[in-house]
């Protein structure tokens, strides 16, 4: 059985950073993070290949989000620099046995764990 299970979420001031996990078990995936601010879709903010080699940013958050993963403790870190208040969210964590191309995709067949709270103050 799948599970993932984020964590490192809460109140951060503008200007912050934080680190946000998601240890994962039950396979091998593709991993990524999404985020879905209030009134808004979910949208990724980044993926990573099983073996690190390939991640993606989207251009709204490239130089400021830096995704990693430790194979070793089933984890990925997503971590937010220089946070700003239209960062806030409900950020999530997503898994797939497929590439990085279907979790930017359509994310069809992912996992999903419940997601981890992130409020930004100005």
């Known amino acids: 059985q799948v599970q993932l299970v984020e964590s490192g979420g809460g109140l951060v001031q503008a200007g912050g950073s934080l680190r946000l996990s998601c240890a994962a078990s039950?396979?091998?995936?593709?991993m990524g993070w999404f985020r879905q601010a209030p009134g808004k879709e979910r949208e990724i903010v980044a993926a990573?290949?099983?073996?690190?080699?390939?991640?993606y940013y989207p251009d709204d958050v490239k130089g400021r989000f830096t995704i990693s993963r430790d194979n070793a403790k089933n984890t990925v870190y997503l971590h937010i620099d220089s946070l700003k208040p239209e960062d806030t969210a409900v950020y999530y964590c997503?898994?797939?046995?497929?590439?990085?191309?279907?979790?930017?995709?359509?994310?069809?067949?992912?996992?999903w764990g419940k997601g981890t709270l992130v409020t930004v103050s100005s």
């Open positions: 997503a898994a797939s046995v497929l590439t990085t191309a279907h979790i930017r995709g359509s994310c069809g067949a992912c996992y």
């Open positions: 990573i290949s099983l073996s690190s080699s390939s991640t």
């Open positions: 039950g396979g091998r995936f593709s």
